[in-house]
C-alpha cells in the first residue's frame, strides 16, 4: 500500500532560522516524491519535485531511499514562507497522488 | 487562461440536501481529479477520470457520493442525501497527460449543518 506519513501539524520556526518538514513514505517500487504549498487564500501549488533535483523559493529536498524520506528543508525562513505544505507520491506507471496530512508552517518575525 | 474552475466557491447546506459541486478544467487538460480535504485526514483523492473516463473511484467515501464527467470542459460532484461529517473543502485538479503536474482550483468550501 501507499502511504506518506508527515509526522507535525504544525510547525513553528522564527525567521532566519532553519526549517526542516519531515515526509516518509511507504512504497515497494520506485516513487515520485512532490512537495505541494497552499499559501493563505492561494491555491494548492506545485513545489518542487525529486525528479528535478532544483531548489525553488530557497527549498531543497533530498530523497533517501534507504530512509524512505524526502524532507523539505530550508536554511534561511522566511516571513512568506508561512504556509501549509504537503508531501505526495505517485507511484510508478501511476496518475494518482497520495497525500500526507499536511504540515501548518508558521515564520514568527 | 483563468485555470481551475470551481464553483460555488462556498456551500452551506442543511442536512440530507442534496449537494452538487462544479469543476471546469484547464482547456486541454485530459485528466481530472476530485479531492477532498479535512483537518483529520487532510488531502484525499476521491475520484479520478482520463478523458472523462472515470479511471479509479476507489476513494468516494459512500453510494451517497458520485461524480460524472460529461465532456471534457465539465465535472461535478454529487452528495445525495449530505451529512454533517461531509463538511471539508473539496477541490478539483487537472493535468494534461498521465503523470503530469496536477493544476488544482480554489477549492468549494461545504459546509453542511
Known amino acids: 500500500a501507499q502511504r506518506v506519513t508527515q509526522p507535525e501539524k504544525l510547525l513553528s520556526v522564527f525567521k532566519g532560522a532553519p526549517v526542516e518538514l519531515k515526509c516518509n513514505y511507504s512504497?515497494?517500487?520506485?516513487?515520485?516524491l512532490f512537495w505541494y504549498v497552499q499559501y493563505s487564500r492561494q491555491r494548492l501549488q506545485l513545489l518542487l519535485r525529486?525528479?528535478s533535483r532544483e531548489s525553488i523559493k530557497g527549498f531543497t529536498a533530498d530523497l533517501n531511499k534507504g530512509e524512505t524520506s524526502f524532507h523539505l528543508k530550508k536554511p534561511f525562513a522566511q516571513e512568506e514562507d508561512s504556509a501549509m505544505y504537503y508531501c505526495?507520491?505517485?507511484?510508478?506507471?501511476?496518475?494518482?497522488?497520495?497525500f500526507g496530512q499536511g504540515t501548518r508552517l508558521t515564520i514568527n518575525p | 487562461d483563468a485555470g481551475v474552475i470551481q464553483s460555488p466557491r462556498h456551500e452551506v447546506t442543511e442536512m440530507g440536501q442534496e449537494v452538487t459541486l462544479r469543476c471546469k478544467p484547464i482547456?486541454?487538460?485530459?485528466?481530472l481529479f476530485w479531492y477532498r480535504q479535512t483537518m483529520m485526514r487532510g488531502l484525499e483523492l476521491l475520484i479520478y477520470f482520463n478523458n472523462n473516463v472515470p479511471i479509479d473511484d476507489s476513494g468516494m467515501p459512500e453510494d451517497r457520493f458520485s461524480a460524472k464527467m460529461p465532456n471534457a470542459s465539465f465535472s461535478t460532484l454529487k452528495i445525495q442525501p449530505s451529512e454533517p461529517r461531509d463538511s471539508a473543502v473539496y477541490f478539483c485538479a487537472s493535468s494534461s497527460r498521465g503523470g503530469g503536474e496536477q493544476y488544482f482550483g480554489p477549492g468549494t468550501r461545504l459546509t453542511v449543518t
Open positions: 482547456s486541454g487538460h485530459n485528466s
Open positions: 505526495a507520491l505517485r507511484g510508478q506507471g501511476a496518475q494518482k497522488l497520495v
Open positions: 525529486h525528479i
Open positions: 512504497y515497494s517500487g520506485s516513487p515520485e
